[in-house]
């Protein structure tokens, strides 16, 4: 088959550039130097051009507060240029795999994990922007796979684990916020799936939106503790804040657990826990310094 990623430049278009290198599919890695998926016109003549039978979205708008600013862009790069690939690809009979946020639940109020099925009530622009693109994919008619993930990091690019990294290393103490809770997704483990459902052809007749983070639950607080732990940065006091000490102009999730049964017993994946992939990836950091 002929696979086209595109925003391959970023954590999990990274990630799945390594998880696919052995691959006997054909995958073409691309980001806005080498296709605009803003212009549908040139989404439409790579797809038709390359015969793609499948189109890995991981480009996106994720700067939350920025986007507050500039939401005719988030707009466009979250949800139009989505709906482009979704109408080329239905186009050519294919698969669009689409990645979204748990954002999407940013305004619910929630103590047990969030389903696929769960009504969606996003407060800011960039999870609302996200919902718009969700929403595309499904209006086109094509074939796809929503995956929503959340706080997604890797070696690749900037995140919070990178961060962390810098500012325990650097700074006596620091202050992060306790009480907003989710899972960190090691974006390779995301990226194994994602390729594991193409490779072993497990998409057929599986259709719909999917839930995928690693297991577990944690804090942003407890996320910087163990981050600080596993690289012996253990001389900076980290000390639990709440968000207000923080003012954003984006009310963030509170607990945006994922539930992950769906795509577990779909796909017959299993999840690793998320302390266990946080030291996997800083393993990989210090290996490459």
């Known amino acids: 088959m002929n696979i086209l990623v595109t925003g391959a430049n970023g954590q999990l278009g990274n990630e799945m550039r390594v998880v696919a290198q052995n691959s006997t599919d054909n995958y073409i890695f691309t980001d806005v130097t080498e296709l605009d998926i803003t212009d549908a016109l040139a989404v439409e003549k790579t797809i038709r051009n390359n015969n793609i039978n499948v189109v890995i979205n991981c480009a996106a708008y994720t700067n939350v507060d920025k986007a507050e600013n500039d939401r005719e862009f988030a707009e466009i790069l979250n949800a139009k240029a989505v709906e482009n690939l979704a109408v080329a690809i239905r186009k050519n009979n294919g698969l669009l795999i689409h990645v979204s946020t748990d954002y999407v639940f940013g305004g619910t109020k929630n103590n047990t994990p969030c389903t696929e099925d769960e009504p969606v009530n996003p407060t800011g622009v960039y999870g609302i922007t996200k919902l718009h693109g969700e929403q595309a994919v499904i209006g086109s008619g094509c074939h796809y796979i929503i995956i929503r993930t959340a706080w997604l990091y890797s070696e690749f690019g900037k995140n919070f684990l990178k961060t962390m990294l810098n500012f325990t290393a650097t ?19 995301l ?11 497990k998409f057929e007749g599986k259709y719909g939106i999917y839930h995928y ?6 804090s942003w607080f407890d996320f910087a503790k163990m981050i600080a ?10 000390q639990p804040c709440h968000s207000d000490e923080f003012p954003s102009p984006v009310t963030r999730p509170s607990y945006s657990v994922l539930d992950k049964t769906k795509i577990k017993e779909s796909f017959g994946i299993s999840v690793p826990y998320w302390t266990d992939s946080l030291r996997a990836c800083i393993a990989n950091i210090k290996a490459e310094k």
Not at 171 to 189: E, N, S
Not at 213 to 218: A, I, K, R, Y
Not at 229 to 236: A, R
């Open 171 to 189: 700074k006596p103490q620091l202050k992060v916020v306790f009480d907003q809770v989710g899972t960190p997704t090691y974006a390779y483990d």
């Open 229 to 238: 732990e596993y690289t012996g940065n253990t001389e900076c006091d980290i």
């Open 213 to 218: 983070s690693n297991e577990g639950v944690c």
């Open 191 to 201: 990226a194994k799936v994602i390729f594991d459902i193409i490779e072993n052809r």
